[in-house]
């Protein structure tokens, strides 16, 4: 008989449960049969190929305590909330077939009178009256012995907070057509509207149960697990810290300008994996000393507030007359890359 594990998540950390993941795909037995289910705090989740000084708005996410996490495998960013149950399933990958999944969370959604529908290679719908809307994404990923597929149910989030965290390029939004794409997007609760979040624990570990006909060993995690099991610890580490979050970033340029009491300001950014390789600073203010000195001080630092607030610092202390502008100067800065 196929063994089964669930593992449910007691942590919202978004690192953490990225990070379990993770330590699942690459350490975990893959002749089971495994369940992850888990939820994230709010967290803008982004690809790994994907900038966040471009695509995020680091300043409001910051004022709102929403996390950034960026997770290992490509494509877009995406909004988590209390109201997103995830799911992750690992398989065998001579067994693995897509539809066991599917079939696995429609038996479940069946239990709240739910009747889903599969599209594409990707998406999960319910119909409407006006067409069907999607309730679920999902991705995949396989390596030689196992396959891998995770994606989020959405039972209450809140299907407008991506917009207020995301700098998009504006022919990328012009593109993609942001409101129908959000049109097509649905929330369970809108066809079962007492679903939460343990329900649909509940009943995804029996449906995992009854279609593998077997007893499912299930393990709580918490950030306390990462004391006992290294390997997710390293996992963890590895993905929450300031390196792989900003740093694992190509190479771009950040262009910000804004007239100040010192004078105009136009502040030219190159970064590399996240470190200021050249700085270029164009202004009328009357201190040129001044403006040499913190373009000098930033080049070969990391691109983040901590710096400025460090070069701020050391300036306001040796220009003190200034100290009033340089504090204004430091606010407008980091409200730009605040991380």
Same mark, same amino acid.
């Given at each position: ?7 449910? +998540?007691?942590?919202?950390?978004? !690192? ?16 089971? /049969? *495994? ?9 803008? *989740? ?7 000084? +471009? ?11 929403? !996390? ?7 494509? =877009? ?25 599917? /079939? ?7 239990? &709240? ?36 597929? !995770? ?29 129908? *794409?959000?049109?097509? *997007? ?12 343990? /329900? ?7 449906? &995992? ?37 900003? =740093?694992?970033?190509?190479?771009? +340029? ?8 010192? =004078? ?5 950014? /190159? ?10 600073? &164009? ?52 409200? !730009?890359?605040?991380?």
């Amino acid at each position: 008989m196929t063994k089964l594990k669930v593992f449910l +998540s007691d942590s919202l950390n978004p !690192h953490l449960n990225l990070a379990t993941e993770e330590w699942i795909f690459h350490n975990l037995d893959p002749s089971q /049969q *495994v369940l992850f289910l888990w939820r994230n705090e709010e967290t803008v *989740v982004i690809g790994r190929n994907q900038n966040p000084w +471009s695509e995020c708005n680091l300043a409001q996410m910051k004022a709102d305590n929403v !996390h950034l996490a960026r997770r290992t495998t490509g494509g =877009g960013a995406v909004f988590h909330d209390l109201g997103n149950t995830n799911f992750t399933f690992l398989s065998p990958k001579e067994s693995y077939k897509r539809e066991n999944n599917i /079939q696995i969370i429609f038996d479940a959604l069946k239990n &709240f009178g739910i009747q889903g529908e599969a599209s594409g290679r990707n998406d999960l719908l319910i119909p409407f009256h006006d067409g069907p809307r999607k309730f679920s994404g999902s991705a995949y990923r396989e390596k030689k012995d196992r396959a891998f597929h !995770h994606g989020t149910l959405l039972l209450h989030a809140d299907l407008t907070r991506l917009g207020n965290y995301l700098t998009p390029n504006p022919k990328k939004l012009q593109a993609k057509g942001k409101e129908s *794409v959000r049109a097509r *997007v649905a929330n369970l609760t809108e066809v079962a509207k007492d679903i939460r979040h343990e /329900q649909i624990v509940e009943t995804m570990v029996a449906s &995992f149960e009854k279609f593998y006909g077997g007893k499912a060993e299930i393990e709580s995690l918490t950030l306390s697990s990462l004391q006992q099991i290294p390997e997710l610890k390293a996992q963890y580490e590895s993905l929450s810290n300031w390196d792989w979050l900003y =740093g694992n970033t190509l190479e771009f +340029s950040h262009k910000m300008d804004e007239y100040l009491s010192l =004078g105009f300001f136009d502040f030219h950014f /190159q970064v590399e994996d996240g470190v200021i390789k050249d700085l270029k600073i &164009f202004t009328d203010c009357l201190y040129p000393q001044l403006i040499e000195e913190i373009t000098t001080s930033l080049r070969g630092q990391t691109y983040r507030g901590e710096t400025v607030r460090k070069t701020l610092a050391a300036a306001r202390e040796k220009y003190s007359d200034l100290s009033a502008g340089l504090t204004e100067l430091e606010d407008w800065l980091c409200r !730009h890359l605040e991380v």
